[in-house]
């Protein structure tokens, strides 16, 4: 059985008069132009990509349930 994700690209339209910066969930890094939505334990988290998304579960989501 899989569990159901809900995973996406999304493609960041900056406003002309706003700077829009978007850092990576996982690494930090400032998503410019394809943000990878992914919605992690009811909350929506923005990484640079599948690889950082990865990561993310790995080490960042067992370290954030040891503490709930
Ligand atoms: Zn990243």
């Known amino acids: 059985m899989a569990a159901e994700q ?3 690209w999304a493609t ?10 978007t850092p990576c969930d996982c690494c930090g890094q ?5 943000l990878w ?13 599948p ?3 990865k ?3 790995a ?5 954030l349930e040891r503490t709930q």
């Open 12 to 21: 960041i339209r900056p406003q002309i008069w706003e700077t829009v910066v």
């Open 6 to 8: 809900t995973a996406e």
């Open 51 to 53: 690889e950082c998304e």
């Open 37 to 49: 939505k992914v919605e992690i334990g009811g909350q929506e988290r923005r990484f640079c990509g």
């Open 30 to 34: 400032v998503v410019a132009k394809r």
């Open 59 to 63: 080490y960042v989501v067992p370290k």
């Open 55 to 57: 990561l993310y579960r």
